[in-house]
């Protein structure tokens, strides 16, 4: 069988110099940081306190895993009230179950 001819170049399979900036800035993952915002509450409460770049990758990090386990919790309440939405209701009912309460 003949191969067929290509008529357009596929820039992933060419070389680099047939990519152009987009398509690189495409193909880069973009990843989800809360560090900015954080940065921003901590100059509002604490002007003088500075955070090294290790710690506020940690403090991301521990973001990311509580805003994935309320989101977790809170699809389950959804589906135990056969709903098919999220909404504050069963979001403070997950953080409810999640958190313990203050004793202060």
Known sequence: MPEQAKSTLDPKQGSQKAMSKAQKKDDQKHKQSYSLY????LGQTHSNMDVFSKVMGMVNSFGSYILECIKGEASCLD???RCSTIMSQETQMALCLLLPPRTD
């Open 38 to 41: 954080m940065c921003k509450v």
């Open 79 to 81: 589906h135990y009230n």
